[in-house]
C-alpha cells in the first residue's frame, strides 16, 4: 500500500473520477495528486490488497466476492495489477 501516485495513477483517476463524484474534482495531474493526497487515497498492488484495506478499514467484505469489491465507486483500477482506491 502506497500513498505516491504515479502517471498511470493519476491518468485513471482523471479518466475516471465521475464514477465516484458528481462532477470532475480535478483537470490535470497536478490537481489530481493534490486531491488523492488530501483524501489520503492509497494504491494497492493486486485485488487480494484491495479486500485487505477493506477489512482494515472494518467494512464487512466476507460477504462480498473480490469482483463485487472491485466494482465498488471508491477502486479505479490503474490497469496495470494495481487499483486505486479513493474514500470520496
Known sequence: MT?????????????NQLQLFP?????????AEAFLEDCMAVVVDSAQEV???FEEEGID?????????????EVFDVG?????????
Open 3 to 15: 500513498y505516491e501516485y504515479d502517471e498511470a495513477v493519476l491518468q485513471c483517476f482523471l479518466e
Open 23 to 31: 462532477e470532475e474534482v480535478a483537470e490535470s495531474e497536478e490537481e
Open 51 to 53: 479486500l485487505e484495506y
Open 61 to 73: 467484505v466476507e460477504e462480498a466476492d473480490e469482483e463485487s469489491i472491485l466494482e465498488e465507486a
Open 80 to 88: 496495470d495489477g494495481r487499483y486505486l482506491i479513493v474514500e470520496g
